[in-house]
Nanobody
Framework: QVQLVESGGGLVQPGGSLRLSCAAS????????MRWYRQAPGNERELVAA???????DLGDSVKGRFTISRDNAKNTVYLQMNSLKPEDTATYYC???????????????????WGQGTQVTVSS
């Protein structure tokens, strides 16, 4: 009933930049906290960045000073600007959001946690 769709991944050389986007759609009342996670093969999923509906942000230590998270509440969209990319940033990046939404069955308010399908970021020369 709520979908998160990521875009913007790809192949980039070390030192390059990419911007990821994640748009939430569906019977949404409010999108609360939004987060970006990443997972490389053989590794656990790692929290990269988070942003509240009010715009407060938090970044993982490994990306501070290089990545920026932002959002457009009118579009229910979160962005991850990634600069000075390193090979160790290579991973599948996932969008996550806590959403208040209306049930398609009876319209009552619900709250749940949703994930996008992931977008691949590869940093390599």
């Amino acid at each position: 009933q709520v979908q998160l769709v990521e875009s913007g991944g790809g192949l980039v050389q070390p030192g390059g930049s990419l911007r990821l986007s994640c748009a939430a759609s569906g019977r949404i009342w409010k999108v609360n906290d939004m987060r970006w996670y990443r997972q490389a093969p053989g590794n656990e999923r790692e929290l990269v960045a988070a942003i509240t509906s009010g715009g407060s942000t938090d970044l993982g230590d490994s990306v501070k000073g290089r990545f920026t998270i932002s959002r457009d509440n009118a579009k229910n969209t979160v962005y991850l600007q990634m600069n000075s990319l390193k090979p160790e940033d290579t991973a599948t990046y996932y969008c996550n959001a806590n959403v208040n939404y209306a049930s398609a069955y009876d319209g009552i308010g619900l709250f749940d946690d949703f994930w996008g399908q992931g977008t691949q970021v590869t940093v390599s020369s």
